[in-house]
């Protein structure tokens, strides 16, 4: 099956810096990737959808300038976590889509983010 | 927002029993897929059934789908420990293009 790398798995940082997180389609082009939050025992919280080569598409209520989405290439989108505060403190999964709609997803491993 | 919820939110059975998850959601959707996540790990696809499909199989899995009533169903036939995770719906909407999950079902299956 299609792989997705995520990195780093998990991250621990200060209040007040800056975050940056990958994820990467190892054995396909991705068009599309989306960005998901999730705290413990919870479901999926879609954050934004990113489109290389064009701004990301942001969900009601995230904020844009604090979790930064840049979608570079066909195989990599990051997001940054700008300004970190605990209230941040979550799992962060990023998921990408070969070709269009109606293809199936497949979700990186995650990454911890624990902000001290 | 949520899209879709599932139910129930938790379940735990017997090894060699059934398990089924329910899953409803709000608007019309070109496809729904099943995920299941192992504690603090990632998603693995297990699932997806278009909209103008009712059943799809995958080995001990059978996925329905009824437009009309806008919901979803897994069963997990002769359940073993190792199944004991996480099982989500998601719905890519008409239109959208983007998954929204739903609420999700914890199942533990006892050895």
């Known amino acids: 099956g299609a792989v997705v790398s995520q990195h780093p798995s998990w991250v621990i940082c200060k209040s007040g810096t800056s975050v940056k997180i990958e994820c990467r389609s190892l054995d396909f082009q991705a068009t599309t990737m989306f960005w998901y939050r999730q705290f413990p025992k919870q479901s999926l919280m879609l954050m934004a959808t990113s489109n290389e080569g064009s701004k990301a598409t942001y969900e009601q209520g995230v904020e844009k300038d604090k979790f930064l989405i840049n979608h570079a290439s066909l195989t990599l989108s990051t997001l940054t976590v700008t300004s970190a505060h605990p209230e941040d403190s979550s799992f962060y999964i990023c998921?990408?889509?070969?070709?269009?709609?109606?293809?199936?997803?497949?979700f990186g491993e995650g990454s911890w983010l624990t902000v001290v | 927002s949520q899209q879709g919820e599932e139910d129930p939110q938790a379940l735990s059975i017997q090894e060699g029993e059934n398990a089924t998850m329910n899953c409803s959601y709000k608007t019309s959707i070109n496809n729904l897929q099943w995920y299941r996540q192992n504690s603090g790990r990632g998603l693995v696809h297990l699932i997806l059934i278009r909209s103008n499909e009712r059943e799809k199989h995958s080995g001990r899995l059978r996925v329905t789908l009824d437009t009309s009533k806008k919901s979803s169903s897994l069963l997990i036939t002769a359940s073993r420990a190792a199944d004991t995770a996480s099982y989500f719906c998601a719905t890519e909407g008409s239109g959208t293009y983007k998954y929204i999950f739903g609420t999700g079902t914890r199942l533990k299956v006892l050895a």
């Open positions: 998921s990408a889509r070969p070709g269009t709609s109606g293809n199936t997803i497949y």
